[in-house]
């Protein structure tokens, strides 16, 4: 069974850093492109980070240059380090593990609030 559970959500003032965790179970993680997801209500699911098997990181636009994402093949996990936060990056964050069609799995989302 794969299972994909994201932790490190919660509260943060504005120019604040948190710090999200992915841990994975069920699958071969270092074949994996992993990615971080997230979803503002009334928005639609957009591409925050991504990692590929051979380590290669993407980011969107929004992020770059304050988001760092990472693996860590041994323990299974994808880590994003969030900087400098802003108001309008609250939103579900949610990581994924893609392989193909048939093997692209999701987390349960982690809530992130970024308010004074």
């Known amino acids: 069974q794969v299972q994909l559970v994201e932790s490190g959500g919660g509260l943060v003032q504005p120019g604040g850093s948190l710090r999200l965790s992915c841990a994975a179970s069920?699958?071969?993680?270092?074949?994996?492109?992993l990615g971080w997801y997230r979803q503002a209500p009334g928005n639609q699911r957009e591409l925050v980070a991504r990692?590929?098997?051979?380590?290669?990181?993407m980011y969107g636009d929004s992020v770059k240059g304050r988001f760092t994402i990472s693996r860590d093949n041994a323990k299974n996990t994808v880590d994003l380090q969030m900087s400098t936060l802003k108001p309008e990056d609250t939103a579900v964050y949610y990581c994924?593990?893609?392989?193909?069609?048939?093997?692209?799995?999701w987390g349960q989302g982690t809530q992130v609030t970024v308010s004074s």
């Open positions: 990692v590929f098997s051979d380590g290669v990181t």
């Open positions: 994924d593990a893609y392989l193909s069609n048939r093997q692209h799995y």
């Open positions: 069920g699958i071969t993680f270092s074949a994996y492109t």
